[in-house]
C-alpha cells in the first residue's frame, strides 16, 4: 500500500508542478502567456500523470480487495516483485498514451491568435484552436479517454462490490469498521478524480462549457491532487502515529 502511495504522491506532485507555477505566473501578471514549448511540455507532463493515476487507483482498489477479502494470501498475490512491475506498467502506459496524445496534437495545424480560454494547455482546449477538421482527434480522444477512465473504474467498483460482500458477512461492528477504514480514504479520492475527469474528457463538443471545463480541470488537475496527501494522512493510524512522533521531536 505505501509502496502505490509514493507513486501516487509522486504523481500528484509532477501533476501540480505542471501547471500550478505558470498558472501563478498569469494571475499575476498583465502579460498572460505561455510560449508553444512550454504548452506542449505543460500537456505531456500532465496527460501523461493524468492517465497514471487513473491506473494507479485501480491498482489499489485490487490491493485492498485482496487486503480485505484474501487476507491469508496477501504476501503471496501482493508480492514486492509483483507490485513493482503493476508500478512500472503504470509508469509506461500513462507516459506512452501521453506520447502518443501529444504528438497528434502537435501534428494539428493552428490559426488565429492562439488564445487558450482555460487554466492550462490539454488536447480539448488546443483542439479548438486548429485550422482543420479535427473529428479523427476528438473520436481518438474520446476513445482512448472512454479506455483510461472507464475501464479502471469498471475495475474499481467491481473490487469495491466484492469487498462490500465481505464486509456484510463480518460479524462485528469492529471487524466491519477496520475493513471500511481501509478503504474509505481510496474511494473519496476516487470520486474526486474520476467524477471531475469524466465530465471534462467524455462528453461532446457541443455540450462543453467555458466555465464549467475550467471548474472541473481546477478539481481534478489542482485540487484532488493537492488534497491527496491529507486525505490519506488524516484517514490512515499509521500515518498519523508517524506524524505525531515527527511533531514530537520538532
Known amino acids: 500500500m505505501y509502496l502505490f502511495l509514493t507513486h501516487l504522491s509522486l504523481m500528484d506532485l509532477c501533476y501540480t508542478t505542471s501547471t500550478v507555477p505558470q498558472l501563478l505566473v498569469n494571475m499575476q501578471g498583465l502579460k498572460k502567456t505561455i510560449t508553444y514549448g512550454g504548452c506542449v511540455g505543460q500537456l505531456y507532463v500532465s496527460l501523461a500523470m493524468g492517465s497514471m493515476e487513473c491506473i494507479l487507483l485501480a491498482v489499489m482498489a485490487v490491493d485492498r480487495y485482496v487486503a480485505v477479502c484474501r487476507p491469508l494470501h496477501y504476501a503471496t498475490l501482493m508480492h514486492p516483485r509483483i507490485c513493482g512491475q503493476l508500478v512500472a506498467m503504470t509508469w509506461l502506459a500513462g507516459l506512452g498514451n501521453s506520447l502518443v496524445q501529444t504528438v497528434l496534437v502537435t501534428q494539428v495545424p493552428l490559426c488565429g491568435r492562439n488564445v487558450i480560454d482555460h487554466l492550462f494547455c490539454e488536447v480539448p482546449v ?81 455540450a462543453t462549457s467555458r466555465d464549467r471545463d475550467k471548474f472541473m480541470a481546477l478539481l481534478y488537475g489542482i485540487v484532488t491532487p493537492t488534497l491527496n496527501p491529507f486525505i490519506y494522512t488524516l484517514r490512515n493510524k499509521d500515518m498519523k502515529g508517524a506524524l505525531r512522533k515527527m511533531l514530537g521531536k520538532v
Open 126 to 206: 488546443l483542439l479548438k484552436l486548429a485550422c482543420v477538421d479535427v473529428t479523427f482527434n476528438r473520436m481518438e480522444l474520446l476513445l482512448v479517454s472512454a479506455f483510461f477512465l472507464l475501464a479502471p473504474l469498471t475495475l474499481i467498483l467491481t473490487s469495491y462490490s466484492c469487498i462490500a460482500q465481505a464486509v456484510w458477512k463480518i460479524r462485528t461492528a469492529e471487524g466491519r469498521h477496520k475493513a471500511l477504514g481501509t478503504c474509505s480514504s481510496h474511494l473519496v479520492v476516487v470520486f474526486l478524480f474520476y467524477g471531475t475527469a469524466m465530465a471534462t474528457y467524455l462528453q461532446t463538443p457541443s
